[in-house]
């Protein structure tokens, strides 16, 4: 019975350690996107302020 315990916990962490690095992954997915859109918007504000720089 000891036995058939052991190995559900072990089976039981090593699940919470896979569910946990595959939400880090996804953490790390979905923040260099939001990192690149962020990027992205920053780039059209600059060139935005260079047109009605231009303009002047």
């Given at each position: ?11 039981v962490?090593?699940l ?41």
């Amino acid at each position: 019975m000891k036995r058939i315990l052991s190995n559900e916990r072990g089976s039981v962490t090593v699940l919470l350690m896979g569910s946990l690095m595959i939400m880090i992954a996804g953490f790390m997915v979905v923040m260099s996107l939001f990192n690149e859109f962020i990027k992205q918007g920053h780039a059209s504000g600059i060139a935005q302020q260079a047109a009605f720089a231009a303009r002047k």
